[in-house]
């Protein structure tokens, strides 16, 4: 593997050239993605991220790279330009020669990540380093409109071919050694992928009234490196996830997410008693107000 020596790169690159200088690699996979490597120890972060995402941030760094370097992890992240969903020929290629060269092979723990579309990348690329463990939130399972027709979240990245290498994520992570998925049961479509994902390796773990927000609620809870790190030490378990989850009793988006199932539901009794308890624990007006609303005191 090598640094990319073109002649010219856009400035948001600049960051990881510098890196990859040193201990990495920075390649340009095709014309809409690339790969970055930092290497430290010999345990293996692997993620997908969107490019436009990247270079939103002040250090146009990957999203992970601070806990991977606090940590000396190595971190691998793969960039898209739009949304590819990473089924591109010049990816395949990179992930074959990845296997062929024996490269993920050489790391003691491959850890790899990624929410949503990243979910599928992970899930679908994991078949390149097996006994791999996987940390899925929320992942799709494809687009292919023979089997997932019913999701209509995605209507431009419907017309590419998931039918072809990479394709089928949950088949590709038949050598990985765990597949933990998080995801909210409640939130149709999300659970109707997790169900395609269902195999003897895959552990569900929910994150209920999270909806569309899933990975956004688990980074406002703090718990997303948390996670990860279990992951990396090998400590990560459905008990550990279950602690970490009580959390959500003091997340706004959690909070407001079971106010407003209770009160579409028409549940007053219940929404009182949701009221009472944020009330009795947080500083929460709009809690206050609305329970002022249901029982009259004020």
């Known amino acids: ?19 990859a200088e040193g201990d990495g690699d920075f390649l340009a996979l095709g014309d809409r993605h690339w790969a970055f490597f930092a290497e430290e120890r010999p345990i293996l972060l692997v993620t997908f991220e969107d490019a436009a995402t990247l270079r939103e941030r002040e250090d146009n760094l990957p999203e992970h790279f601070a806990l991977a370097k606090a940590r000396g992890w190595s971190l691998l992240t793969i960039l898209a330009e739009g949304e590819t ?50 940390v899925l939130v929320a992942p799709r399972a494809t687009l292919d409109p023979a089997l997932a027709g019913w999701d209509e979240r995605h209507k431009i990245a419907r017309r590419i071919n998931f039918r072809s290498r990479y394709g089928y994520a949950p088949d590709m992570t038949e050598s990985a050694s765990r597949v933990w998925l998080i995801h909210d049961p409640l939130h149709r479509p999300d659970a109707m992928h997790a169900a395609l994902f269902q195999r003897p390796w895959v552990t569900p773990l929910f994150a209920r009234y999270t909806g569309e927000g899933t990975e956004d609620t688990l980074r406002e809870m703090r718990v997303l490196d948390r996670i990860l790190e279990a992951a990396m030490d090998g400590k990560f378990s459905a008990s550990y996830f279950a602690w970490l989850w009580r959390g959500r009793r003091s997340n706004g988006s959690y909070l407001r997410s079971i106010l407003a199932s209770a009160r579409l539901s028409g549940h007053r009794m219940r929404e009182i008693k949701i009221c009472r308890s944020v009330t009795s624990r947080l500083n929460a007006p709009r809690f206050v107000r609305r329970l002022a609303e249901l029982t009259g005191e004020g």
């Open 1 to 19: 593997m090598a640094v990319d020596d073109s002649d010219a790169h856009p400035d948001w690159q600049t960051a990881m050239l510098a890196i």
């Open 85 to 134: 969903w990473w089924r591109d020929p010049a990816v395949f290629r990179y992930f074959d020669r990845l296997a062929d060269d024996g490269f993920l092979e050489d790391f003691d723990r491959v850890i790899f990540y990624g929410a949503g579309p990243a979910g599928y990348a992970a899930a679908a690329f994991s078949i390149t380093a097996p006994g791999a463990e996987l």
